[in-house]
């Protein structure tokens, strides 16, 4: 298996300094791949603002981006609460990008999937989206200045896997969501996409991809290995930068190959 890339970027994909200039807001970058992907943008020239609701680990996450020479600085911020999303947006200042990564899983049979859980996930993935793209949206409008949206979907936006419904939903919403914002805003000069990873391994869920399950599953996926969060790096710089500039309401799937196969 693969290890997990050490988030610095991609080199040769991308000029160095393809996000400079650029102030972006990352969420759910408290670890996992909102934290991949705030380094990423600062390792392109980007300033950050990490936002999560654990202060511990949005501390380490700017000290590691300033340590490598970025700029990062942190807000808390709950997804789930209007007024947390309000408030993270003024304290971020001026952004240009959004990176809406936040998001949970909910693993159990549907029948077994109470209100709250069902609540919780859709209200995180689907709703908690929406509320950080309508309001830094509306800052990007109020300084007349454009902006880009990228919305972390899922492979599970197209296919479907037992046992989480909730996300899946969820997910399928959030590639709609997405289109239907798109459509909104590109008058205003905001462009909004989606990327669909496939299965990437991460802190999160290592243990269950290195399992003899995770071991099954990696046989559907064309390429015979799942994903490291570098794999992202491109289609990520590619919808933040101006190398995207002609792209709106598109969603770019990320997988391995994973999607082809329905065995």
């Given at each position: 298996m693969p290890a997990e890339a050490s988030g610095t970027g991609a080199p040769g994909l991308f000029r160095a300094d393809a996000l400079a200039g650029r102030r972006a807001l990352v969420t759910g970058a408290s670890g996992g791949l909102g934290r991949h992907?705030?380094?990423?943008?600062?390792?392109h020239g980007g300033a950050v603002v990490v936002a999560a609701?654990?202060?511990?680990?949005?501390?380490?996450?700017?000290?590691?981006i300033r340590e490598a020479g970025g700029?990062?600085?942190?807000?808390?911020?709950?997804?789930?609460?209007?007024?947390?999303?309000?408030?993270?947006?003024?304290?971020?200042?001026?952004?240009?990008?959004?990176?809406?990564?936040a998001g949970i899983a909910v693993t159990k049979p549907a029948l077994e999937t109470d209100?709250?859980?069902?609540?919780?996930?859709?209200?995180?993935?689907?709703?908690?989206?929406f509320r950080v793209a309508r309001a830094a949206a509306r800052s990007m409008a109020a300084g007349a200045r454009g902006g880009v949206i990228v919305n972390v979907a899922s492979i599970l936006a197209y296919r479907v896997a037992k046992q989480v419904?909730?996300?899946?939903?969820?997910?399928?919403?959030?590639?709609?969501?997405?289109?239907?914002?798109?459509?909104?805003?590109?008058?205003?000069?905001?462009?909004?996409?989606?990327?669909?990873?496939g299965y990437v391994e991460t802190e999160l869920n290592r243990d269950f991809?290195?399992?003899?399950?995770?071991?099954?599953?990696?046989?559907?996926v064309a390429l015979r290995r799942f994903g490291v969060p570098a794999d992202l790096d491109g289609a990520m710089l590619l919808l933040l930068s101006d190398a995207g500039a002609y792209m709106t309401g598109s969603t770019i799937v990320v997988d391995g190959g994973h999607g082809l196969s329905w065995l």
């Open positions: 992907f705030a380094r990423l943008i600062a390792a609701r654990r202060d511990a680990e949005l501390a380490a996450t700017v000290a590691a700029r990062a600085d942190a807000v808390r911020l709950d997804v789930r609460s209007a007024a947390s999303v309000e408030d993270a947006i003024a304290a971020a200042g001026a952004i240009d990008l959004v990176v809406n990564n209100e709250e859980a069902w609540t919780r996930v859709l209200d995180t993935n689907l709703s908690g989206a419904a909730a996300y899946v939903a969820a997910k399928a919403g959030l590639v709609r969501l997405t289109e239907a914002l798109a459509l909104e805003l590109a008058p205003r000069g905001i462009r909004v996409n989606a990327i669909a990873p991809l290195r399992s003899p399950a995770g071991e099954a599953m990696v046989k559907r």
